[in-house]
């Protein structure tokens, strides 16, 4: 599975951004689709995972009522929401697709990563 992340950019706090990230190669409904992030000098995080038919998501506590993650099957792409941004939610986002059953949120569940697109928010 390739996958390409796109969607990041500088906001101000308070703000929004939708990130998407696009799959192609192999079955995307074979994978459940996840977001992480990696701050400076951090390690890489969980932030929300959709289940391969979209029906069931999982959230990081950071992030809940703030983010919503959603997959649409037909154009074979993952997207992450982020509303109420906050300085704390500035990094690298990464999407992730696993072959796992469950909604994971320990990064070696996943099987192939995206390439990371930046996300900043200013105070």
């Known amino acids: 599975v390739q996958l390409q992340a796109s969607g990041g950019g500088l906001v101000q706090a308070g703000g929004s951004l939708r990130l998407s990230c696009a799959a192609s190669?192999?079955?995307?409904?074979?994978?459940?689709m996840g977001w992480f992030r990696q701050a400076p000098e951090k390690e890489r995080e969980f932030v929300a995972v959709v289940s391969r038919t979209g029906d069931s998501t999982r959230y990081a506590d950071s992030v809940k009522g703030r983010f919503a993650i959603s997959r649409d099957v037909a154009e074979n792409t993952v997207y992450l929401q982020m509303n109420s941004l906050k300085p704390e939610d500035t990094a690298l986002y990464y999407c992730a697709a696993g072959r796992a059953l469950v909604l994971s949120a320990a990064r070696h569940a996943y099987d192939y990563w995206g390439q990371g697109t930046q996300v900043t928010v200013s105070s």
């Open positions: 190669g192999r079955t995307f409904v074979n994978y459940v």
